[in-house]
């Protein structure tokens, strides 16, 4: 089965930045939809941005639209997101998952994605 772990968090200032990677290790779906989701304390976790096989489909959820950009690095097995502009309510923990991809479209439903990271903390002040 697939492994995933996360790295780069950390605590930012409002207005920095922080790039997260995802390493993916193992076997992976032929299709897939790979992405991050995020949980702040007494919250329900949240898709962040999703991203289908080959990067052909990619959600954003609306409050990070503009500051905030997957990708995957094929080259290194990892994928990533990049963080500008962070503001208070990003703060989470962040976690990166992955599930068996049809119909080239990943929504961002927690309850869909079967392999989970651990996460990693994100804290802006």
């Known amino acids: 089965h697939v492994q995933l772990v996360e790295s780069g968090g950390g605590s930012v200032q409002e207005g920095g930045s922080l790039r997260l990677s995802c390493a993916v290790r193992g076997y992976m779906y032929s299709t897939y939809c790979l992405g991050w989701f995020r949980q702040a304390p007494d919250k329900e976790r949240e898709g962040v941005a999703q991203?289908?096989?080959?990067?052909?489909?990619?959600y954003y959820l609306d409050s990070v639209k503009g500051r905030f950009t997957i990708s995957k690095d094929n080259t290194n097995d990892t994928l990533d997101l990049q963080m500008n502009n962070l503001r208070p309510e990003d703060t989470a923990m962040y976690y990166c998952a992955t599930a068996s991809g049809s119909g080239g479209y990943c929504a961002p439903d927690a309850s869909l994605y079967n392999f989970w990271g651990e996460g990693t903390q994100v804290t802006v002040s």
């Open positions: 991203m289908y096989s080959g990067e052909s489909s990619i």
